[in-house]
């Protein structure tokens, strides 16, 4: 059996992929009948850097030459929704000194003098660009918002959302730990920043005292300014359970903003009762979920000498069963938080296949990483559909379980119907930066 064939990359300016397959539920109107992963096969008539028109495989014989037996699986231009650029890719200069989350924390502290806006500014150009090439239209960041560097970060967002604007939508969300929130002297700069960069408001909660003045602070001043939420929920701790407290409190006060909650880790230990429990009460409230599942893995119940037995998930089949929103995304890449990562949505996609079982069925995994936190955002991605831009990642994989098998390094991203470099950029760029002392 002949390999698939990627299309070339030097592609005309109107052409039809032929015999690609999408999955059915990132197609805005399926041409024809998903097979048993739940993929479609089509015709993709790219025209003038747009999606022209979607037919059955073989149906556009003359909408352009056809680029044929492309064989191979498409997926629309991706977006993730959980990142920390400002953060990332210090691994060289700050690693773990035991991949424990304290050792996380103390290492990004001893850190962050090392943080002008010159060194954000480049490692976040450089995450940029390990993103674009794996086919990522669309980023969230959380920035850290504390220290004496917060302005300089989200001035260097606001410069990179300008310069990365039409390759890579920007968003930002303002991050300070939850008991900062009751200092009126740091949130109050908080709030300044992400209202001056048109952000949202974030927060890391965790098991304080302080949990519920924190979180119904950080209600009022997103009500008062028109702000959407965007918080770190239960992500360490196991006795945690500041999701099930931020959905009734945005319940209770009617809160019509979008909230949508990262890690939610807690609720794997939850009995069963205890959690259902939460997550009807998180459906009712119209939370959006966001798991973060590599970063987690490698947190999660780390102590020397010990296998770790919690594994960084959250209960994603419970959630989809009641339609809450579910996505996953890359959270934290190269730095004390996290090793490893490249901003690679698909690898993303793939390990969380394997570590939640989202499997069996497999078809609707892609939204995960697609058409769900598009939706989130707002933004135009995570769907193929007629009038969009043909941004599209092409593997050489027939069906999901080639996709899920090999690394897809050798994928090919098309921007506007034009392929893009695919190979990141080079570790070495940043090796002056990493030579600073801490
Ligand atoms: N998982 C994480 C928690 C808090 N901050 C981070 O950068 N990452």
Redesign the pocket.
Known sequence: MTRPALPPADLPAAYVLGHVRAPTGLIAAPPGPADAEGLVALDIAVAGGHIARLAPAGALIEDGPRIERAGTLALPGLADIHT?LD?GFIWNRAPNRDGS?EG??AA?AADKPNWSEEDIRRRFDFALRCAYAHGTVAIRT?L?SEGERAAGAWRVFAEMREAWRGRIELQAVG?IPVDSVLDPALFDRLVGLVREHGGLLGS?TYVTPNLHAGLELLFDAAERHGLALDL?VD??DRNAHALVDIAEIALRRRFQGPILA??CCALALKDEAEADRALDRVAQAGIGIVS?PM??LY?QDRQPGRTPRWRGVTLLHEMRARGIPVMVAS??AR????AYGDLDLVEVYREATRIAHLDHPAGEGPALIARAPAQWMGVEAGLLAPGRPADLSLFPARSLNELHARPQADRLVLRAGRAIEVAPPDYGELDDLMERPQ
Not at 335 to 338: A, G, M, R, T, V
């Open positions: 920390h953060k989350f996380a924390m990004v959380h850290d991050l890391y770190h992500e360490r990262g890690h973060l970063c987690n947190l959270d934290n730095d004390p938080f996290y």
